[in-house]
Every structure is written in structure tokens, then in C-alpha cells.
């Protein structure tokens, strides 16, 4: 078989119309998210992870069966949030930051998982980030001990 000129430059052209969607695939981690269907600020992470390339699919939870679920999975009842991740193995409780998440997958520590307890305005989901209340992303070890992770300063 000959390659023409022809040939090569439209085997180009698939290339390159392909690789930014083989790109996207790599960088879009898929998160299942529990949360109670009737919550705003849980929507709101939801859109921020969606606006950052994850993949999101959620499942409604509410009451004694979502806490039960945190408690099974390793969340300590004192890094609680309102709603809980799971992503590529690991549990991800409340506000996290999407860059947070992001470093979580690029370090791989043996862990449960990242929390922001609470619910602090200004992180993602919970209010103006330019408004924020100062707080911290706790690494949750599998132990049930946990560690800061990243901090944020108040605006």
C-alpha cells in the first residue's frame, strides 16, 4: 500500500480532531455523589466539579442512611458535611475544592479520602469565594485520624 500526500494529511486531520476529546477522557475522573435531593448548596458543588471536567452522577440520600453510608466508608462523625463523594476509590465529604480533589488523584496517599467538615461559606458551593470564612481540607487517614490537607485563608 502507497501513502499519498492526500492520504496522510486527512490521517492528520483525524488525528488532531481526535486528540483533544483523548485528552478530556484522561482529565474527566467520574464522582458519585450522595446527597438529599432537596439540598441547594450540594447542586452547587455538583455544577462547580461538572464546570472543572469531572463526570458527575449523584444518588438521592438523606437522614440515618446517609450518615450510616460516611460512617461505613471511613468518615469520622466529626468531619461531616452534607454530602459525600466517592472518586477513583476514595471518599470526598463536603466543599472539597475541585483542585484539592485533583491533587488527592495526582499524590494517591493510602487514605479515605478528603473532608471540610461543616459547611464554611465561601467554599465551593457555600457562597461568594470572595466572602469566604476561613477553613481547611483534612486528608482522612484510614486509621480515622486525619491531617490538613490545604488550607484557605478568609478573603
Request: glycine share 10%; charged share 20%; hydrophobic share 35%.
Amino acid at each position: 500500500m502507497t501513502l499519498t500526500r492526500r492520504a496522510l494529511m486527512a490521517s492528520a486531520a483525524c488525528f488532531a480532531a481526535t486528540a483533544p476529546s483523548a485528552g478530556l477522557t484522561q482529565s474527566s475522573p467520574a464522582i458519585h455523589v450522595l446527597k438529599d435531593p432537596n439540598c441547594g448548596c450540594c447542586t452547587a458543588w455538583i455544577e462547580i466539579l461538572e464546570e472543572d471536567g469531572f463526570t458527575v452522577t449523584t444518588e438521592r440520600s438523606f437522614g440515618t442512611l446517609l450518615i450510616r453510608h460516611k460512617l461505613e466508608n471511613g468518615i469520622p462523625q466529626n468531619m461531616t458535611s452534607c454530602h459525600t463523594g466517592e472518586v477513583e476509590g476514595y471518599m470526598i465529604e463536603g466543599h472539597v475544592p475541585t483542585a484539592d480533589i485533583r491533587r488527592l488523584l495526582s499524590e494517591r496517599p493510602d487514605a479515605v479520602g478528603l473532608a471540610v467538615p461543616g459547611m464554611p461559606y465561601g467554599s465551593p458551593g457555600m457562597g461568594p469565594e470572595h466572602e469566604r470564612d476561613a477553613y481547611d481540607v483534612f486528608l482522612i487517614r484510614r486509621d480515622g485520624g486525619t491531617e490538613i490537607f490545604s488550607s484557605y485563608e478568609a478573603a
